[in-house]
């Protein structure tokens, strides 16, 4: 089944303990991106990637990381989380126009 | 970064037809216009993707003006399980940042 695919779903750390948030996709897609949602913004975009070690930021990367050395590959990496970075996080991919969203990850950082 | 301007909420009957707008005064020449619809919980899912006139599938219709500056996604005969927020997204998956606006919360009243 064509899908995109996030580790974990659901994630409760403390301030300043690095994590990694891992996405998947299995259909060949060159464009991989990374959002945030949080009540009353809508969809905001972290990072995203044209292809494989291309990688560029979105509207609000502060306090993230992403690297993308393999096509199907995109993690999401909080070198140092804070409290502010609570939210629902949304790994998509794209073959160039219409874009699969993973299932999400929900974040709470205390 | 092409910004977009839809209504907050909207109400509608069981088999209406709903009509949601979308403002988009700095679109690129290169951006084309992608309706998403997402429910709670989940990822949003691609509803339809226009860059002019009219786009028809099997689930909406899209009509943009010969500007370009708006958009309307057209839904016919809204059931129950409408209900959820409709996200208006202009841009492309090229090399620029993806700017999603704030969304529409359709409610369907039976």
């Known amino acids: 089944e064509a899908q995109v695919t996030q580790n974990p779903r659901y994630l409760i750390t403390v301030t300043g303990k690095k994590l990694t948030v891992t996405c998947s996709q299995n259909m060949n897609h060159e464009y991989m991106s990374w959002y945030r949602q949080d009540p009353g913004l809508g969809l905001r975009q972290i990072y995203y990637s044209m292809n494989v070690e291309v990688t560029d930021k979105g509207d609000v990367p502060e306090g993230y990381k992403v690297s993308r050395k393999e096509k199907r590959n995109f993690p999401l990496i909080l070198e140092s989380p804070s409290p502010n970075q609570t939210s629902l996080y949304f790994c998509?991919?794209?073959?160039?126009?219409?874009?699969?969203f993973g299932p999400g990850t929900r974040l709470t950082v205390t | 970064l092409a910004k977009t301007t839809q209504p907050i909420s909207m109400d509608s009957y069981e088999g209406q037809e709903v009509n949601i707008t979308c403002s988009h005064n700095?679109?690129?020449?290169?951006?084309?216009i992608t309706w998403y619809q997402q429910f709670p919980s989940q990822g949003p899912r691609f509803i339809i993707q226009g860059y002019k006139t009219k786009v028809t599938n099997e689930v909406a219709s899209l009509f943009i003006p010969a500007d370009r500056k708006s958009s309307t996604l057209s839904l016919p005969r809204v059931s129950l399980s409408d209900t959820a927020v409709y996200y208006c997204?202009?841009?492309?998956?090229?090399?620029?940042?993806?700017?999603f606006g704030k969304g529409t919360r359709l409610s369907v009243i039976a």
């Open positions: 997204l202009v841009g492309s998956s090229g090399n620029t940042p993806l700017v």
């Open positions: 998509a991919s794209s073959p160039g126009g219409e874009q699969y």
């Open positions: 700095n679109i690129a020449t290169n951006d084309y």
